[in-house]
C-alpha cells in the first residue's frame, strides 16, 4: 500500500468518527506501524471536531482522486487479508462516493443550521440581539453626515397578561403575529430583530433615516391596533416605541441606550406611542433611568418578592393577619425596599403591572397563611395600592380574578390606601370600596393622622381598619400628648366600627401602654420583622401553639 495514503486515509477517520476509524488505523500500521496509528488514534481524539471539519473539506475537494487511490490499494492487496482488514466497509466505489457525499451534505446543512441559530431568534425567525447589535456597529462605522443610522426599541403593553392569563403558547402564537406586523411595516430596506422577551428592535438607515424611523413607528402602532387571532383566541395589543437617531459613528450599546431612554420616555406619556429620543434627557440622573429601564424587566427576571409582617393580638400573642411588602431583589443594587422604585414605577406607567404582580403574588400567599391557622376567620393579609391603581374602576373585578384564582375568600385580602388617595375623589373613592366590600375585600386607611382624614370623611368612605401612624407610637412615653391622641383615635374608630391596627411598635413599654388603651392589633419590629413566606409559616405555627409574641 502506497505510503502516501497515509494523509487521505487519515482525512476520512478524522471526517466520519468511529466508524472509519476503524479503516484508518489497519492502512497506517501497514504503511507506518503501530507506533504512528496510535499516534493518529491520540490525535484523532484530541482533535475530533476541528479535524474532522477539515477533513470534510479536503474530502470535498480530493474525494473522486482519493477513491481512486484507495481503491488501486484495496485491489492490490492478497484476496485473504482485504477481509481481514477492512471487514465489510464500502466494497464497492460507488457506495464510498455515496458516502463522501452524504457526510459533505450533512456536514455543510449542519454547519448552515449552526449558523442561522447564532443569528437568528428560534421563535420568529427575526434577527436575535448578536446578530442586531452586529449589524449597527457596522452601521454606525459607515455613518455619516449624509448617511444616518436610527434604531426603535418597541416594548409589548401588558404582554405578561396574555402569558399569565391565557399560558405560553398562545403568548408565543402572539409574538410571532406581532414580528410579521413588524417585518410588513419595516420593509425590506429596515432590519427587524426580536431583542428578548416581548421587546422588538428596528434599524433604519440613510439621508432621511429620522422621518423615516416615525413614519414606521406610526405605521407598527396601527397596524397592532388591529386584533390579533392566536391560538383561537382574538387579542388586541400595543406598543410603546423609543427612537434614536445617530448621524455619527458612536457605539451600537449609546444608541441602544438612547432608544431604551426614548421607551421609558414614551411609557410615561401613557404608552401606545413613540418619543424621539431628547438630547436634554441626558440631564436626567443616570442611575434613575437605568433603573426605570431595569423596573420593566424585573417581572420577568422574577427580581420581586415580598415579605410579610405580622399583625399580633396584643391580649393573645397570636398572629392574626399580616402585611405584604414589595421587594425589588435588584441584580447589581441589592435588596431595595418599594420607596426607591415606586415613583419610577408610577412615572413610567409599570406601576400597572406591577400591582397586579402585586395583589396575584398576595391572593396566592394569603391563602398559604390561611391554611396554616386552625381559624382562618378574620386572618387577612393587607396589601398597599397607589392611587392609579385603587381609582381604576376595573380593581375589583382584578382581585376578584386572583381571588379565584388562589381559591381564596375575599376576607383574605385587605387593600390598604394612604388617606391622601381616599380624599381626592371622593365619589370615585366610594364606588371602589363598596364594590370591594361586594366581594367581602376590607379597605384599610394606612398611615392614619398624618393626612387629611376626618370624621366626615370616614363617614362617607366607610372604612373597615384604621392603621394608627409609627409617629404616634414612636412618642408614647416620650410625649405627654401621644397616649391622647392614640385613645381619641380608639374611640373614634370604635364609634364609627372600625379595627384599629397600631403600626411600628418597637417596644414592650409601647405594646403594653397600646393593650392598655384598649387598642386590639398591632405589627412592628417589637413583635417581628418582615419576613419571607416559608419562614412566616413557621413562626405562624410557633406562635399559635405557644403564645410566643405575648406583649
Same mark, same amino acid.
Given at each position: 500500500?502506497?505510503?502516501?495514503?497515509?494523509?487521505?486515509?487519515?482525512?476520512?477517520?478524522?471526517?466520519?468518527?468511529?466508524?472509519?476509524?476503524?479503516? %484508518?488505523?489497519?492502512?497506517?500500521?501497514?504503511?507506518?506501524?503501530?507506533?504512528?496509528?496510535?499516534?493518529?488514534?491520540?490525535?484523532?481524539?484530541?482533535?475530533?471536531?476541528?479535524?474532522?471539519?477539515?477533513?470534510? *473539506?479536503?474530502?470535498?475537494?480530493?474525494?473522486?482522486?482519493?477513491?481512486?487511490?484507495?481503491?488501486?490499494?484495496?485491489?492490490?492487496?492478497?484476496?485473504?487479508? %482485504?477481509?481481514?482488514?477492512?471487514?465489510?466497509?464500502?466494497?464497492?466505489?460507488?457506495? *464510498?462516493?455515496?458516502?463522501?457525499?452524504?457526510?459533505?451534505?450533512?456536514?455543510?446543512?449542519?454547519?448552515?443550521?449552526?449558523?442561522?441559530?447564532?443569528?437568528?431568534?428560534?421563535?420568529? @425567525?427575526?434577527?436575535?440581539?448578536?446578530?442586531?447589535?452586529?449589524?449597527?456597529?457596522?452601521?454606525?462605522?459607515?455613518?455619516?453626515?449624509?448617511?444616518?443610522?436610527?434604531?426603535?426599541?418597541?416594548?409589548?403593553?401588558r404582554f405578561k397578561a396574555v402569558n399569565d392569563s391565557l399560558g405560553h403558547g398562545v403568548g408565543d402564537g402572539l409574538l410571532?403575529?406581532? %414580528?410579521?406586523?413588524?417585518?410588513?411595516?419595516? @420593509?425590506?430596506?429596515?432590519?427587524?430583530?426580536?431583542?428578548?422577551?416581548?421587546?422588538?428592535?428596528?434599524?433604519?438607515?440613510?439621508?432621511?433615516?429620522?422621518?423615516?424611523?416615525?413614519?414606521?413607528?406610526?405605521?407598527?402602532?396601527?397596524?397592532?391596533?388591529?386584533?390579533?387571532?392566536?391560538?383561537?383566541?382574538?387579542?388586541?395589543?400595543?406598543?410603546?416605541?423609543?427612537?434614536?437617531?445617530?448621524?455619527?459613528?458612536?457605539?451600537?450599546?449609546?444608541?441602544?441606550?438612547?432608544?431604551?431612554?426614548?421607551?421609558?420616555?414614551?411609557?410615561?406619556?401613557?404608552?401606545?406611542?413613540?418619543?424621539?429620543?431628547?438630547?436634554?434627557?441626558?440631564?436626567?440622573?443616570?442611575?434613575?433611568?437605568?433603573?426605570?429601564?431595569?423596573?420593566?424587566?424585573?417581572?420577568?427576571?422574577?427580581?420581586?418578592?415580598?415579605?410579610?409582617?405580622?399583625?399580633?393580638?396584643?391580649?393573645?400573642?397570636?398572629?392574626?393577619?399580616?402585611?405584604?411588602?414589595?421587594?425589588?431583589?435588584?441584580?447589581?443594587?441589592?435588596?431595595?425596599?418599594?420607596?426607591?422604585? *415606586?415613583?419610577?414605577?408610577?412615572?413610567?406607567?409599570?406601576?400597572?403591572?406591577?400591582?397586579?404582580?402585586?395583589?396575584?403574588?398576595?391572593?396566592?400567599?394569603?391563602?398559604?397563611?390561611?391554611?396554616?391557622?386552625?381559624?382562618?376567620?378574620?386572618?387577612?393579609?393587607? *396589601?398597599?395600592?397607589?392611587?392609579?391603581?385603587?381609582?381604576?374602576?376595573?380593581?375589583?373585578?382584578?382581585?376578584?380574578?386572583?381571588?379565584?384564582?388562589?381559591?381564596?375568600?375575599?376576607?383574605g385580602i385587605c387593600v390598604e390606601l394612604l388617606e391622601g388617595i381616599l380624599v381626592s375623589n371622593i365619589q370615585t373613592a366610594?364606588?371602589?370600596?363598596?364594590?370591594?366590600?361586594?366581594?367581602?375585600?376590607?379597605?384599610?386607611?394606612?398611615?392614619?393622622?398624618?393626612?387629611?382624614?376626618?370624621?366626615?370623611?370616614?363617614?362617607?368612605?366607610?372604612?373597615?381598619?384604621?392603621?394608627?401612624?409609627?409617629?404616634?407610637?414612636?412618642?408614647?412615653?416620650?410625649?405627654?400628648?401621644?397616649?391622647?391622641?392614640?385613645?381619641?383615635?380608639?374611640?373614634?374608630?370604635?364609634?364609627?366600627g372600625m379595627h384599629v391596627i397600631a403600626e411600628g411598635v418597637e417596644t414592650r413599654e409601647q405594646a403594653t401602654h397600646l393593650?392598655?388603651?384598649?387598642?386590639?392589633?398591632?405589627?412592628?419590629?417589637?413583635?417581628?420583622?418582615?419576613?419571607?413566606?416559608?419562614?412566616?409559616?413557621?413562626?405562624?405555627?410557633?406562635?399559635?401553639?405557644?403564645?410566643?409574641?405575648?406583649?
Amino acid at each position: 500500500m502506497n505510503q502516501r495514503l497515509s494523509l487521505p486515509v487519515a482525512a476520512v477517520a478524522l471526517a466520519t468518527p468511529g466508524l472509519l476509524i476503524g479503516l %484508518a488505523v489497519p492502512a497506517i500500521l501497514l504503511t507506518d506501524g503501530p507506533g504512528m496509528a496510535l499516534a493518529f488514534v491520540a490525535l484523532a481524539a484530541s482533535t475530533l471536531s476541528v479535524a474532522s471539519a477539515l477533513a470534510g *473539506i479536503w474530502i470535498a475537494a480530493r474525494g473522486r482522486n482519493f477513491l481512486a487511490q484507495l481503491t488501486d490499494s484495496i485491489r492490490g492487496l492478497p484476496t485473504g487479508d %482485504a477481509p481481514t482488514i477492512f471487514g465489510g466497509f464500502f466494497r464497492e466505489e460507488a457506495e *464510498i462516493e455515496r458516502a463522501f457525499n452524504t457526510m459533505a451534505a450533512q456536514w455543510r446543512a449542519s454547519r448552515n443550521a449552526l449558523a442561522h441559530q447564532a443569528y437568528h431568534d428560534q421563535l420568529t @425567525g427575526l434577527a436575535n440581539r448578536a446578530a442586531f447589535m452586529s449589524r449597527v456597529s457596522d452601521a454606525l462605522s459607515r455613518s455619516g453626515r449624509r448617511e444616518k443610522v436610527a434604531v426603535l426599541f418597541i416594548d409589548l403593553d401588558r404582554f405578561k397578561a396574555v402569558n399569565d392569563s391565557l399560558g405560553h403558547g398562545v403568548g408565543d402564537g402572539l409574538l410571532a403575529a406581532v %414580528a410579521a406586523r413588524l417585518t410588513a411595516a419595516t @420593509g425590506p430596506n429596515g432590519l427587524v430583530a426580536r431583542f428578548g422577551g416581548d421587546e422588538f428592535t428596528v434599524m433604519v438607515q440613510g439621508a432621511a433615516a429620522e422621518s423615516r424611523a416615525q413614519n414606521v413607528a406610526q405605521d407598527i402602532l396601527d397596524r397592532l391596533r388591529l386584533p390579533i387571532t392566536a391560538s383561537g383566541y382574538e387579542l388586541f395589543v400595543n406598543a410603546s416605541i423609543g427612537i434614536a437617531v445617530a448621524s455619527h459613528a458612536m457605539p451600537a450599546t449609546e444608541l441602544l441606550r438612547r432608544s431604551d431612554v426614548a421607551l421609558y420616555r414614551a411609557k410615561e406619556q401613557g404608552r401606545g406611542c413613540y418619543v424621539l429620543f431628547d438630547v436634554g434627557d441626558h440631564d436626567i440622573a443616570p442611575e434613575s433611568l437605568h433603573l426605570g429601564a431595569a423596573l420593566r424587566h424585573a417581572i420577568e427576571r422574577d427580581e420581586l418578592t415580598l415579605v410579610y409582617q405580622p399583625v399580633v393580638d396584643l391580649a393573645t400573642g397570636n398572629i392574626t393577619g399580616a402585611e405584604a411588602l414589595l421587594r425589588w431583589n435588584h441584580p447589581h443594587l441589592g435588596v431595595l425596599p418599594p420607596g426607591q422604585f *415606586i415613583d419610577l414605577a408610577e412615572e413610567s406607567g409599570e406601576i400597572v403591572r406591577l400591582s397586579q404582580w402585586v395583589i396575584e403574588r398576595a391572593a396566592r400567599d394569603a391563602a398559604t397563611l390561611r391554611a396554616a391557622v386552625p381559624d382562618p376567620s378574620g386572618f387577612a393579609v393587607g *396589601i398597599n395600592l397607589s392611587s392609579r391603581e385603587f381609582l381604576d374602576p376595573s380593581l375589583p373585578a382584578r382581585i376578584s380574578a386572583a381571588l379565584a384564582q388562589a381559591g381564596l375568600p375575599g376576607e383574605g385580602i385587605c387593600v390598604e390606601l394612604l388617606e391622601g388617595i381616599l380624599v381626592s375623589n371622593i365619589q370615585t373613592a366610594t364606588e371602589v370600596i363598596s364594590n370591594l366590600h361586594a366581594i367581602g375585600v376590607e379597605v384599610a386607611i394606612d398611615d392614619f393622622g398624618t393626612g387629611y382624614s376626618s370624621l366626615s370623611y370616614l363617614q362617607a368612605l366607610t372604612v373597615d381598619v384604621l392603621k394608627i401612624d409609627q409617629s404616634f407610637v414612636a412618642r408614647i412615653g416620650h410625649d405627654a400628648r401621644s397616649g391622647p391622641i392614640i385613645t381619641a383615635i380608639l374611640d373614634l374608630a370604635g364609634a364609627l366600627g372600625m379595627h384599629v391596627i397600631a403600626e411600628g411598635v418597637e417596644t414592650r413599654e409601647q405594646a403594653t401602654h397600646l393593650r392598655r388603651a384598649g387598642c386590639i392589633s398591632a405589627q412592628g419590629h417589637h413583635f417581628a420583622q418582615a419576613m419571607p413566606l416559608d419562614e412566616f409559616v413557621a413562626v405562624l405555627e410557633l406562635s399559635l401553639a405557644a403564645g410566643r409574641y405575648a406583649a
